[in-house]
C-alpha cells in the first residue's frame, strides 16, 4: 500500500459521543484546517503567530453573520506531528446538539467535508504512522469492555503483534534472498546452502502454528467466556444466576422445571468477562418444551468453556444428579453445593468417588459463598488462558496466519527432501510475504481497507 504523497481534502467531524455532556471535541484535519479555524475562531487574546499545541479561548463565530456561537478552546497542531500526520485543529466547546451542529455547520461552510468512518484512522495509517495491526488496535482499545481486553489492545497499538509480524518477514526475506540467487546464478561459483533455512522457517512456523491456535483464546477475550449452569430442577440454578448477577434476571419458583430455555447474563468477575447461562434442569423430560430445553442444554455444554454443575445441599445425591453428571462428565467443570443455609444432607465424599476436586458450598438466598464461587469461576478459566502471550484476536489474522504457515510448511518439507525446484520454493515465500503484508497494510486491499475502517465511529 502506497502512501498518498498529498492529501487533497479536509475532513471533520465531531469526536465525542453525540447528546448533552460537559464538553464535545470537533477535530479538522487536513491542509486547510488552519484556514478553516483562522475563518470561524476568534481568540479572546491576539497572538501574531500562534505555537502549535497551543489551546485558546476564544469564540466560534459564524463568518456570514459574525454572531458568536459558543464559547471554545480551539487548538491548531501542526504536521506532521499529528495523530494523522496532517495539519489537524481540535474546538473543545460546550456539549451539547446546537453547539455541535452550529460549529459543523460553519466548518463545512468554509469548505470541509463530513469525515466517513474511521477516516482520521485511516490516514494515519495511509500516512504510515501506523501499520494496519496498530489501525485495527485503535479499534479494539476503543470497544474495550474489561482491563485485560485494554491491555492486549494497547499492547498491540504500541507494535507488539507488528514487531512478530515483522520477525516473520525477514525470516521469510532472508531464505527467499538465497533461493532467488541460486536461480539467477545457477552456473557461478558461488557456495549457497539453502538447507541452512530450514530451521529458521520450521521454527517460524511453529510460532505461526501458535498465533493460530491462540484464537479461540483471543475471541474469547473479546467476546467473553461461557459458563454453563447445569444441574436437575430445583437445585437453584436460576436463583444463582439471579444472585451472582444481582438482578431478577431469571423466574424462580418452586415448580420443578421452571426454565425450559437458556437464559444468559453477563458477568464480570477480576476484570473477566463471563457469560453466565441458565438452562434447564436434567432429568427424564415429561412433555415435548422440557425435551427440547434438554437438548439445548447438551447441545451448549459442548461449546461451554466451563460448566458449573449445582446441587442441592440439602438433598442426598439423586439419580437425576447422577443423569446430569452423565450428561457433562467429559467436560471441564466445578461445583457449587448450594442452599447451605439449609442442613446439609449431600456426602461430598460423593464429589471425591467422581474425581471432581473443584467444589463449594454456598447459599444463593443468603449470598454466602458467592465471593468463593465467583473465584472459583475465575482460576478455571484463568487455567486455560496463556498468560501475556501473543493472541490472534481476529478471524481475519487468523485466517492470513493459516495461508502462510501453509506456504512455509511446503517449502520446509521440499528443502528437508532435496527434491525441490527453486522457482516454486520462491513462488512459496512470495505467497507468505504477500500474505503478511495483508496482515500490516502493505498488500491490503482497498476492499479490505474500506471493511476494517469502516467498523469506526465517524470522528476516529
Known sequence: ?????????????????????????????????????????????????????????????DPASEADIDEVLAVFMKAPGTYTREDIVEIHAHGGFGAQSSIMRVILGQGARLADPGEFTKRVFLNGRIDLIQAESVLDVIKSETDEELKYAVDYLKGRLSKKV??????????????????????????????????????????????VSSYYEGKRLKSGFEVLIAGRTNV??????????????????????????????????????????????????????????????????????????????????????????????????????????????????????????????????????????????????????????????????RDILEKVSRNIDTVVKDLENDGYHAELLAFELHEALHHLGEITGETCSEDILEMIFSQFCIGK
Open 236 to 397: 437453584g440454578k436460576s436463583s444463582l444466576l439471579n444472585a451472582l448477577v444481582l438482578k431478577e434476571r431469571a423466574i424462580v419458583t418452586d415448580l420443578p422445571g421452571t426454565t425450559r430455555d437458556l437464559i444468559e447474563e453477563t458477568l464480570y468477575i477480576k476484570g473477566m468477562k463471563v457469560h453466565l447461562i441458565d438452562t434447564a434442569g436434567i432429568r427424564t423430560p415429561e412433555n415435548v418444551v422440557e425435551e427440547e430445553g434438554i437438548r439445548r442444554v447438551k447441545e451448549r455444554a459442548a461449546e461451554a468453556d466451563l460448566i458449573v454443575w449445582v446441587l442441592d445441599g440439602s438433598q442426598p445425591y439423586s439419580f437425576e444428579d447422577q443423569q446430569v453428571y452423565e450428561v457433562i462428565k467429559q467436560y471441564k467443570k466445578i461445583v457449587i453445593i448450594n442452599k447451605s443455609d439449609l442442613t446439609r444432607k449431600i456426602d461430598v465424599n460423593i464429589l471425591i468417588s467422581l474425581d471432581i476436586k473443584s467444589y463449594v458450598e454456598a447459599s444463593a438466598k443468603t449470598g454466602f459463598g458467592l465471593d468463593e464461587a465467583k473465584t472459583l469461576i475465575f482460576s478455571n478459566l484463568l487455567k486455560t488462558r496463556r498468560r501475556n502471550s501473543l493472541l490472534i484476536t481476529t478471524i481475519r489474522h
Open 1 to 61: 500500500m502506497e502512501t498518498p504523497a498529498e492529501t487533497v481534502d479536509t475532513i471533520c467531524a465531531i469526536s465525542t459521543p453525540p447528546g448533552e455532556g460537559g464538553i464535545s471535541i470537533i477535530r479538522i484535519s487536513g491542509p486547510d484546517s488552519r484556514h478553516i479555524l483562522e475563518k470561524i475562531f476568534r481568540p479572546r487574546k491576539k497572538t501574531e503567530k500562534p505555537e502549535s499545541g497551543t489551546l485558546r479561548l476564544g469564540y466560534v463565530f
Open 166 to 211: 515483522r520477525a516473520f518477514r525477514d525470516i521469510l526475506k532472508n531464505a527467499l534472498a538465497a533461493i532467488e540467487a541460486s536461480i539467477d546464478f545457477p552456473d557461478e561459483d558461488i557456495d549457497i546452502d539453502l538447507s541452512e533455512h530450514t530451521v529458521p522457517l520450521s521454527r517460524a512456523k511453529k510460532d505461526i502454528d501458535d498465533l
